[in-house]
């Protein structure tokens, strides 16, 4: 839990998470995220659409941990994108966290016409030392390609839709020549895969659950992972990753898996 990936610009992140996308902000938010601190999480991912920032900062406050041992990301959502609208909801986000920097801050979805602007803003945040790191997610090698082309800053992280049903490899070996991190949303395919035949034989000679297997999977395939859940026993199972290993052959196996099946929308083609 403690084992962390170092972003091209040297800053260092988790390679888990916990994940709050459809965990409701009061008590479900911030139980989860007390759940998740007390395990050894030191990494949150919320984002302003999950309206739930005010409970993740109020739980990070209470938790007693120090700010700067964890590490914080959220988003700027598709409705403010564009230079200043961006820097307005980037403070609204910080004050709704009740923090005073980020350590990661993302364009949610590549909104046409829109992202290159919201990406300048990025930029300056990150000159002003209020974010740590900066990326994207949901970008496709094409709009990748357009980005850093105009960009000072290359994006440092590209958070994506990543499981076994969907493996991504070519947005993957495009980051993984620029030193983009990759990181994976909805990494447990939204509880799809769970009782998948392969998962279930791999997870039963490991000792493991099919949850596990898949976010073993991820930390093989060098992928940061941040996989949500409101139940405490889960979130400590899902955190217990670091104490086995899958072989060349497993990985392959559930590499194989792939169907390139989206649980979430297209990011060539979405309306919101
Ligand atoms: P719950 O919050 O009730 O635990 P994803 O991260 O891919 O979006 O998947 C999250 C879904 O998987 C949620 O429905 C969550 O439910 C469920 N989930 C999370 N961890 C586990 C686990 N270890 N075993 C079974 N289901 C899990």
Same mark, same amino acid.
């Given at each position: 839990?403690?084992?962390?990936?170092?972003?091209?610009?040297?800053?260092?992140?988790?390679?888990?998470?916990?994940?709050?996308?459809?965990?409701?902000?009061?008590?479900?938010?911030?139980?989860?995220?007390?759940?998740?601190?007390?395990?050894?999480?030191?990494?949150?991912?919320?984002?302003?659409?999950?309206?739930?920032?005010?409970?993740?900062?109020?739980?990070?406050? /209470?938790?007693?941990? $120090?700010? @700067?041992?964890?590490?914080? =990301? !959220?988003?700027?959502?598709?409705? %403010?994108?564009?230079?200043?609208?961006?820097?307005?909801?980037?403070?609204?986000?910080?004050?709704?966290?009740?923090? /005073?920097?980020?350590?990661?801050?993302?364009?949610? &979805?590549?909104?046409?016409?829109?992202?290159?602007?919201? &990406?300048?803003? +990025?930029?300056? +945040?990150?000159?002003?030392?209020?974010?740590?790191?900066?990326?994207?997610?949901?970008?496709?090698?094409?709009?990748?390609? %357009?980005?850093?082309?105009?960009?000072?800053?290359?994006?440092?992280?590209?958070?994506?839709?990543?499981?076994?049903?969907? =493996?991504? =490899?070519?947005?993957?070996?495009?980051?993984?020549?620029?030193?983009?991190?990759?990181?994976?949303? !909805?990494?447990?395919?939204?509880?799809?895969?769970?009782?998948? @035949?392969?998962?279930?034989?791999?997870?039963?000679?490991?000792?493991? !659950?099919?949850?596990?297997?898949? +976010?073993?999977?991820?930390?093989?395939?060098?992928?940061?992972?941040?996989?949500? $859940?409101?139940?405490?026993?889960?979130?400590?199972?899902?955190? %217990?990753?670091?104490?086995? @290993?899958?072989?060349?052959?497993?990985?392959?196996?559930?590499?194989?898996?792939?169907?390139?099946?989206?649980?979430?929308?297209?990011? %060539?083609?979405?309306?919101?």
């Amino acid at each position: 839990l403690q084992s962390t990936t170092t972003l091209a610009n040297g800053v260092k992140m988790p390679w888990l998470g916990l994940g709050v996308y459809k965990v409701e902000d009061g008590q479900e938010v911030v139980d989860s995220v007390k759940y998740a601190i007390k395990a050894g999480y030191k990494s949150i991912d919320t984002a302003k659409i999950y309206e739930n920032e005010e409970g993740v900062g109020q739980a990070i406050k /209470e938790s007693g941990v $120090s700010r @700067e041992e964890l590490f914080v =990301t !959220s988003k700027v959502w598709n409705a %403010d994108q564009g230079y200043d609208t961006t820097l307005q909801a980037f403070e609204t986000s910080l004050n709704k966290l009740g923090l /005073e920097y980020l350590d990661l801050y993302l364009i949610h &979805w590549p909104v046409q016409g829109k992202y290159k602007d919201t &990406w300048k803003a +990025l930029e300056k +945040l990150y000159k002003d030392g209020k974010i740590r790191a900066i990326g994207v997610s949901n970008f496709q090698v094409h709009h990748l390609e %357009d980005l850093i082309a105009d960009a000072e800053v290359k994006p440092m992280v590209n958070q994506i839709e990543f499981h076994p049903l969907l =493996t991504q =490899t070519e947005v993957r070996e495009y980051c993984k020549k620029q030193g983009i991190q990759v990181e994976a949303w !909805s990494p447990l395919a939204q509880g799809e895969l769970l009782d998948n @035949e392969v998962l279930t034989q791999i997870a039963e000679k490991h000792g493991k !659950s099919t949850a596990q297997v898949i +976010l073993r999977w991820d930390l093989q395939n060098e992928v940061v992972t941040i996989p949500k $859940s409101t139940k405490e026993h889960r979130i400590i199972q899902n955190a %217990d990753v670091f104490d086995f @290993e899958l072989n060349a052959e497993e990985v392959e196996k559930i590499n194989a898996l792939n169907q390139n099946h989206r649980v979430g929308p297209d990011p %060539d083609n979405f309306d919101f």
